[in-house]
């Protein structure tokens, strides 16, 4: 109970403060503030799970395992970071035309704090059926923060975002119904359980075929959320229209959680013995994915569109990881994605603010204009492509060498061109923003000088923390990794 309220406590606080609060600034640094005590409070509570094969029981069908402990860590950082960065986004977007009111601030930190929960309870959770229903939470607590400025194209992309994500966890209900059914099919007097550990230390006595037919319905439905091809088209709408610190915890964040759903049911086949089936189904359906996501990062005009489709190249070298089933690959990928993407969607916010516009093409000259974004924008973006010496060079390597020795061949084949291509689209139009030549002056209601610590130093420190992941901790972010997903 104690690991539970320690969980609750900051989260609860923002979200009365959300309701109560009269003044705006007050409730922006009140909840950076309790998310930074928040994060040292799941150190705390987090940390020694690590590299342990023990459990902490938070509440009935959640606990805390090496999986739990680093995506909530992982999370709760990402939350932080977003909400800090929101400082100075939301008193500067309220110093321009289309200024947010009070009640929509104080809704996008009612659902924030909300969505934060949610998504902590998907990667504790120790249920299949509570699994389901903290993904199902994410979607719809989320919802709000993507229709938060209230225009014609947010509420389309909040619209789609819903229905496409609700189709794909009905899916998933199918899955989780049917790997009920399976485990009653065991003898006499079983009664059955979603009980992850239970499924997983019986997993050999069910009946195989139940157990592959409730995989790929989980497949569909976490896959969905996720934003596996060809099921993604809701992605890169909602994680563009949302305003960037909702963008940041979406793609850092909520994408997390569908790939834990999904290597939580990859976890359950291989103790089934059906790593085979696994691969069958997920690999070519993750290698898919990031050819697809590069093909499309060819041809990206907006720029949070194009952040967007490469979060979902990074969601499939995720899924490729869990089809191999590299830990260290899939957590490594994993961290080093939310770390770098969540830095350059807060980026993007800044440049969105100071030129008015997404469009890539009408951002240029940021070097000239803001010197230290742009060198911060250059970084993320060769980080995010997977470039030594930063850990999602590790990360993809990993995943690559995996593939390699486990003879999928082809698969490497697929990647390492999709790899290429996406490095050369990300490349050529971060270039063109940084290296530019800038526009005609065209100032907006909003161009003027933010607060440096919470649009600049933020993204830096998310940055900084992936450099260390691939250069100081090579040897022990790869020992940590082996045993964190385990």
């Not at 006499?188 to 592959?212: D, F």
Request: glycine share 6%; proline share 3%; aromatic share 8%.
């Amino acid at each position: 109970m104690n690991a539970l309220l320690s969980l609750l406590l900051c989260p609860m606080l923002i979200l009365v403060s959300a309701l109560l609060s009269r003044r705006t600034s007050t409730l922006l640094r009140l909840s950076a503030v309790l998310m930074w005590v928040q994060m040292a409070v799941v150190l705390a509570v987090c940390v020694p799970r690590l590299g342990t094969h023990q459990t902490a029981p938070v509440v009935h069908g959640f606990r805390l395992d090496n999986t739990a402990a680093l995506f909530a860590m992982l999370t709760t950082l990402i939350v932080a970071a977003a909400l800090t960065h929101a400082v100075g986004f939301f008193l500067r977007e309220t110093a321009s035309e289309h200024a947010p009111s009070n009640r929509d601030l104080r809704m996008f930190y009612l659902f924030a704090a909300l969505f934060y929960l949610s998504m902590v309870a998907v990667v504790a959770a120790d249920n299949l059926g509570y699994l389901w229903i903290s993904v199902e939470a994410t979607t719809l607590l989320s919802a709000p923060l993507v229709y938060h400025h209230r225009s014609r194209t947010s509420l389309e992309a909040t619209w789609k975002y819903l229905i496409i994500c609700s189709v794909g966890i009905a899916f998933a209900f199918l899955g989780t119904a049917i790997f009920y059914a399976a485990s009653q099919r065991v003898g006499a007097g079983t009664t059955g359980s979603l009980s992850l550990a239970y499924l997983v230390k019986h997993a050999r006595l069910y009946s195989h075929s139940m157990l592959r037919l409730g995989f790929v319905f989980t497949l569909l439905g976490y896959g969905t959320k996720a934003g596996l091809f060809p099921l993604h088209s809701w992605l890169p709408d909602a994680h563009s229209e949302a305003p960037a610190p909702a963008s940041a915890m979406l793609s850092g964040a909520l994408l997390n959680c569908a790939l834990v759903a999904l290597w939580r049911t990859c976890s359950l086949m291989a103790a089934a013995g059906e790593s085979r089936f696994v691969q069958i189904t997920l690999l070519p359906m993750g290698a898919a994915t990031v050819l697809a996501a590069s093909l499309f990062l060819l041809k990206q005009r907006d720029l949070k569109r194009m952040l967007a489709y490469s979060s979902m190249e990074n969601v499939g070298l995720i899924a490729v990881a869990a089809a191999l089933g590299t830990s260290a690959g899939f957590a490594l990928q994993a961290v080093n994605h939310s770390l770098v993407k969540a830095a350059l969607f807060l980026l993007a916010g800044n440049l969105l603010q100071q030129y008015g516009t997404k469009t890539i093409q009408d951002i240029r000259g940021v070097l000239n204009a803001q010197p230290l974004q742009a060198v911060l924008l250059f970084v993320a973006a060769a980080a995010v492509a997977g470039s030594p010496p930063f850990g999602s060079f590790l990360a993809e390597w990993q995943i690559l060498s995996t593939a390699a020795d486990t003879r999928h061949i082809i698969t490497v084949i697929v990647l390492c061109a999709a790899l290429a291509i996406a490095f050369i689209a990300l490349s050529m139009r971060i270039a063109g923003m940084v290296f530019g030549e800038s526009p005609a002056k065209k100032k907006t209601a909003v161009s003027e000088a933010v607060p440096v610590f919470s649009t600049m130093v933020i993204p830096g420190i998310l940055l900084t923390a992936s450099l260390l992941l691939g250069v100081v901790l090579t040897s022990a972010a790869f020992t940590l990794a082996e045993g964190v997903a385990r």
